[in-house]
């Protein structure tokens, strides 16, 4: 059976499917309407695969509340972030298109970077929008904002002009409400930003942080203190959920809610501080594991629980910051067992936690192994909410209800494409993974400014099903599978897609050997 009938016949059994999944609301004026699920999205920032003991039996920190989504859910095991960094990812997820086909082909944006989003281009947010949800965005946006500026020069932390409202925001990519901060937790300024409008000025500078506490020094809202952020998140993202259920029963509701923990400073707040008995990155792992909890409780507490599609994921691996040294002395390892962390094309840069629960739907203690990708949850909401997508929307995503419902147990992506830090790019199909790059393609080694590295092979080619460390490169033994997977990332780049569709453009153009260029490649 080729892809494309096994798609349509499962796109068949998930129509059947969810036509079980869907409540029944009493019109105005009588007569009835089918709602949607509500749909949460809880993305961690910076959190690996081995922190959550539901998926790594070694894991020094307690997480029962992710454990309980598990056991309630099902736990994709072969998931995997956008990109090894979250600026990328978040695009990904937002659009259901790789980042590296915009300007963006390596790192991240900063809090004054203008929006990466265009303003024409559907999101998650809008498409759940045109089909009846109230969308939320609570917790850490990172995807460019459009600041006025006091001086009509470019908007930098010492120029912004905070009374003045934020022109291109969360709110104008389809969100109706916005509360949180504008980047990573280690970017000034540092301010909380409710819809349009910084919530206090940036009116104090502060030092820099340093070790497991970095945090640039700049200016900061006086009253934000950086171990009380993740608490006051969840307090809002718990306060949006008591509204829509008093004011917006009658309608589904899709809430984004991007932590700003585990990643750095990591400074977890007092309640949790020596929790773990492993340091602080522990602490503020379980702190966000008690994130999850409040929400969850807040669902159930509102009635709204099991009409709802819950998700709880991280945008790439665990970072480096978290001191991996001191870990490993308590024999915990943040990214399992997989090869190297955040930024690095290797498995801990990018594959990740992620768990899915939707009581009467999903199968309790169930397990996905097929390879998925952050970028499908456009995809798999447009499913969901019986909305047909674009050609020049969701270009990278494939819809996962039918590994949700239990339909079926393949992979549903032909490949998915990978991305480090430095824009170097990789693919997988099956068991194969093909790195095109000759380091990490990050900051871990080897890493492209040691000597020695311009002696390795240009190519890396791992069997991932026996060889989940990446430690045998197979790239010499396997020409075919090197120019097969070479010719599909390719066909992917020149068709502006990679799923069925009318070929789109790139917003810039991609080189398959990322920003650093043409190599020499065996002749691939």
């Known amino acids: 059976m080729d892809r494309r009938t096994f798609l349509k016949m499962s796109g068949a059994g998930c129509a059947a499917a969810l036509a079980g999944c869907q409540t029944t609301q009493t019109k105005a004026g009588g007569g009835t309407a089918e709602k949607h699920p509500n749909i949460v999205y809880i993305l961690a920032d910076d959190m690996g695969y081995g922190d959550l003991s539901c998926l790594n039996p070694e894991s020094k920190i307690a997480t029962p509340n992710m454990d309980r989504v598990a056991h309630e859910g099902v736990t994709f095991t072969d998931a995997h972030s956008g990109c090894a960094v979250c600026t990328p990812t978040r695009y990904g997820i937002m659009t259901g298109r790789y980042s590296w086909r915009t300007h963006l082909k390596s790192g991240v944006l900063f809090s004054c970077s203008p929006p990466l989003i265009a303003p024409e281009r559907m999101t998650v947010a809008s498409l759940l ?61 540092y301010v909380y930003i409710e819809n349009d409008r910084v919530v206090e000025p940036a009116t104090v500078r502060i030092e820099e942080g340093k070790g497991t506490s970095f945090h640039r020094g700049g200016l900061s809202a006086p009253s934000l203190k950086f171990d009380e952020v993740l608490s006051t998140l969840t307090r809002k993202a718990v306060e949006t959920i008591d509204r829509h259920a008093k004011e917006h029963a009658a309608e589904p509701l899709f809430l984004y809610f991007p932590l700003s923990a585990p990643h750095a400073p990591i400074l977890p707040s007092q309640a949790f501080v020596d929790k773990t008995g492993i340091g602080p990155y522990g602490d503020f792992v379980a702190e966000c594991d008690w994130a999850v909890g409040e929400v969850l409780a807040a669902l159930e507490r509102n009635g709204m629980d099991r009409d709802t599609l819950f998700i709880v994921t991280s945008d790439n691996g665990a970072a480096t910051v978290a001191d991996f040294d001191a870990l490993s002395a308590h024999g915990h390892n943040p990214n399992y067992h997989f090869r190297g962390h955040k930024t690095e094309i290797f498995e801990g840069g990018h594959h990740i936690p992620f768990l899915a629960r939707w009581p009467g739907h999903v199968r309790a203690d169930s397990s996905y192994a097929g390879t998925t990708c952050l970028a499908d949850l456009m995809a798999t909401a447009a499913e969901i909410a019986d909305e047909k997508l674009p050609d020049n929307a969701g270009e990278d995503s494939v819809s996962f209800l039918p590994a949700l419902l239990g339909i079926t147990s393949q992979t549903l992506h032909e490949g998915v494409v990978h991305q480090s830090t430095n824009g170097s790019l990789a693919i997988r199909q099956g068991p194969w993974k093909l790195e095109f790059c000759p380091d990490a393609g990050g900051s871990g080694k080897p890493s492209p400014d040691k000597a020695g590295v311009a002696d390795l092979p240009p190519l890396q080619l791992y069997n991932l099903s026996q060889d989940i460390g990446e430690r045998e490169n197979l790239q010499a033994e396997h020409p075919d599978i090197v120019e097969r997977l070479t010719r599909l990332l390719q066909k992917y780049i020149d068709e502006g897609r990679s799923t069925p569709g009318k070929p789109q453009r790139n917003d810039r153009n991609v080189d398959i050997w990322g920003p650093r260029g043409k190599r020499e490649s065996g002749g691939f």
């Open 129 to 189: 929008k045109r089909a009846g949800y109230r969308t939320a965005c609570i917790g850490k946006w990172h995807l460019g904002l459009e600041w006025a500026t006091t001086d009509g020069k470019i908007p930098d932390p010492e120029n912004l002009d905070y009374s003045k409202p934020i022109a291109q925001g969360p709110c104008t990519r389809g969100f109706d409400y916005y509360f949180g901060i504008p980047a990573s937790l280690d970017m000034i300024p």
